[in-house]
């Protein structure tokens, strides 16, 4: 016999069990974003493999061990998206949205790294991604740090995350660091390891953003870029958090936050918690006016941020009382010829008319007790009792599944009174 195909290592299901959730923290996102006037894009999950290339960097982590390359039959380097900032901007970049505009954009959907799976950490995982372009102020950089104290907020999520900020100031004024920070860490290299070993020649800001715990300690007294950003860099900076302080927003200064890829310059910032072990990142961003010309466009300005809805949902995993949708209101139970026929009729009658409210119908038979357990496995809070003997009356029985209270016996046109009044009374929410 055939073993069972199972899902490639890395890349897991979402059973309708876990769905409620999902679908729980896309719509506050929607609306949060909506309600600051952000557009959605959509964007193809594969790019050309040049494209990451030239954003990311040749000589990064996500390009050389994590990217999902391979040759179509054209013989084109094609790669499946690990991150979706240079896709977006190549869309934009394409269709001519970045000439004399300013955008407000944010997307959303699977991306994929070859990485070990762990906990919030997948092969192909979910990220919302929010860019801005054509805006070179400190406004919008606090913009995107508000909105997102806002989604935390309507999340119930605002005790459990924190805000972390840096600015890594222009490219000028990191090459001149730079050359300070390879001469320090030079003078230790018995301290580092392997990748920081690596990355002294590559990348050494990245360094600064080692998780090793061996390295505490030499990370810690190394020059602090901050020391070495010149008059504009730091007005930008201090310009956003005055407005943060404006709005009571507490954030710490972490000079040893360099983000991940080499793109960014001045802000950047990340939104930690210490609720998921070691996964402590759940949303991280900045500015990279740079990546604009990098990949061929003319000089502006740009700032991002993007947040792995795995690790959005562990957040959410541990509160309690969150107000998930039920997957059917009602479920509608017919038993004898008559009401069969008349059972259809009446449930597409109900959609017709309460178009908010989920009805589930039994369309496969069975005796009265079967059809009730099916109705309460459900988790509908209310079953419609359909005999021959109610459609002969022109009646329905109305039975509540979740709460101890007697079964009624009512009109159909009262009964679609009710359920209207049930539903604009919200009792589609647990």
Request: charged share 25%; hydrophobic share 40%.
């Given at each position: 016999?055939?073993?069972?195909?199972?899902?490639?290592?890395?890349?897991?299901?979402?059973?309708?069990?876990?769905?409620?959730?999902?679908?729980?923290?896309?719509?506050i996102i929607r609306e949060v974003l909506s309600s600051y006037g952000y557009s959605e894009i959509r964007m193809p999950i594969l790019e050309k493999t040049e494209l990451f290339k030239r954003s990311i960097g040749e000589v990064t982590d996500i390009v050389e061990k994590e990217m999902y390359t391979f040759e179509d039959?054209?013989?084109?380097?094609?790669?499946?998206?690990?991150?979706?900032?240079?896709?977006?901007?190549?869309?934009?970049?394409?269709?001519?949205?970045?000439?004399?505009?300013?955008?407000?954009?944010?997307?959303?959907?699977?991306?994929?790294?070859?990485?070990?799976?762990?906990?919030?950490?997948?092969?192909?995982?979910?990220?919302?991604?929010?860019?801005?372009?054509?805006?070179?102020?400190?406004?919008?950089?606090?913009?995107?740090?508000?909105?997102?104290?806002?989604?935390?907020?309507?999340?119930?999520?605002?005790?459990?995350?924190?805000?972390?900020?840096?600015?890594?100031?222009?490219?000028?004024?990191?090459?001149?660091?730079?050359?300070?920070?390879?001469?320090?860490?030079?003078?230790?290299?018995?301290?580092?390891?392997?990748?920081?070993?690596?990355?002294?020649?590559?990348?050494?800001?990245?360094?600064?953003?080692?998780?090793?715990?061996?390295?505490?300690?030499?990370?810690?007294?190394?020059?602090?870029?901050?020391?070495?950003?010149?008059?504009?860099?730091?007005?930008?900076?201090?310009?956003?958090?005055?407005?943060?302080?404006?709005?009571?927003?507490?954030?710490?200064?972490?000079?040893?936050?360099?983000?991940?890829?080499?793109?960014?310059?001045?802000?950047?910032?990340?939104?930690?918690?210490?609720?998921?072990?070691?996964?402590?990142?759940?949303?991280?961003?900045?500015?990279?006016?740079?990546?604009?010309?990098?990949?061929?466009?003319?000089?502006?300005?740009?700032?991002?941020?993007?947040?792995?809805?795995?690790?959005?949902?562990?957040?959410?995993?541990?509160?309690?009382?969150?107000?998930?949708?039920?997957?059917?209101?009602?479920?509608?139970?017919?038993?004898?010829?008559?009401?069969?026929?008349?059972?259809?009729?009446?449930?597409?009658?109900?959609?017709?008319?309460?178009?908010?409210?989920?009805?589930?119908?039994?369309?496969?038979?069975?005796?009265?007790?079967?059809?009730?357990?099916?109705?309460?496995?459900?988790?509908?809070?209310?079953?419609?009792?359909?005999?021959?003997?109610?459609?002969?009356?022109?009646?329905?029985?109305l039975k509540w599944l979740r709460e101890d209270r007697p079964q009624e016996t009512m009109r159909q046109n009262d009964a679609l009174v009710f359920f209207r009044?049930?539903?604009?009374?919200?009792?589609?929410?647990?």
């Amino acid at each position: 016999m055939a073993a069972n195909i199972q899902a490639i290592r890395g890349m897991h299901d979402v059973l309708p069990e876990q769905t409620p959730l999902w679908q729980y923290a896309e719509r506050i996102i929607r609306e949060v974003l909506s309600s600051y006037g952000y557009s959605e894009i959509r964007m193809p999950i594969l790019e050309k493999t040049e494209l990451f290339k030239r954003s990311i960097g040749e000589v990064t982590d996500i390009v050389e061990k994590e990217m999902y390359t391979f040759e179509d039959r054209n013989g084109d380097s094609l790669t499946l998206r690990p991150e979706g900032t240079a896709g977006c901007l190549r869309a934009c970049l394409e269709h001519g949205l970045l000439n004399q505009q300013a955008h407000r954009l944010w997307y959303y959907g699977p991306m994929y790294r070859h990485e070990r799976p762990q906990k919030g950490r997948y092969r192909q995982f979910v990220q919302l991604g929010v860019e801005t372009y054509g805006m070179a102020g400190p406004e919008i950089d606090a913009e995107l740090i508000l909105l997102m104290n806002r989604l935390w907020l309507k999340l119930g999520l605002r005790d459990k995350v924190k805000l972390q900020l840096n600015t890594l100031g222009t490219i000028a004024e990191r090459l001149a660091y730079r050359e300070v920070l390879v001469a320090y860490f030079q003078q230790h290299k018995q301290a580092l390891d392997e990748d920081s070993l690596r990355r002294l020649t590559t990348n050494p800001l990245r360094i600064l953003d080692t998780k090793n715990p061996d390295m505490k300690d030499v990370v810690a007294k190394a020059p602090a870029l901050m020391s070495y950003l010149g008059h504009e860099s730091l007005q930008h900076f201090k310009a956003i958090t005055a407005i943060l302080d404006g709005f009571g927003i507490v954030y710490e200064i972490n000079t040893r936050l360099v983000r991940g890829l080499d793109y960014y310059g001045l802000t950047v910032f990340e939104w930690v918690t210490g609720a998921l072990g070691s996964q402590g990142t759940v949303c991280a961003g900045g500015r990279y006016d740079n990546l604009i010309e990098q990949l061929g466009g003319k000089s502006n300005h740009a700032v991002g941020f993007a947040m792995g809805m795995e690790r959005l949902l562990a957040l959410l995993e541990t509160c309690e009382d969150i107000p998930l949708e039920k997957p059917v209101d009602a479920y509608l139970i017919r038993v004898g010829q008559s009401a069969e026929a008349e059972g259809l009729r009446l449930a597409e009658k109900i959609r017709d008319e309460i178009p908010k409210m989920k009805l589930q119908i039994a369309v496969d038979g069975g005796s009265f007790k079967s059809q009730f357990k099916k109705a309460d496995k459900s988790g509908a809070e209310f079953a419609i009792i359909l005999g021959d003997d109610e459609v002969a009356r022109g009646e329905v029985g109305l039975k509540w599944l979740r709460e101890d209270r007697p079964q009624e016996t009512m009109r159909q046109n009262d009964a679609l009174v009710f359920f209207r009044k049930q539903m604009t009374g919200n009792r589609t929410i647990c």
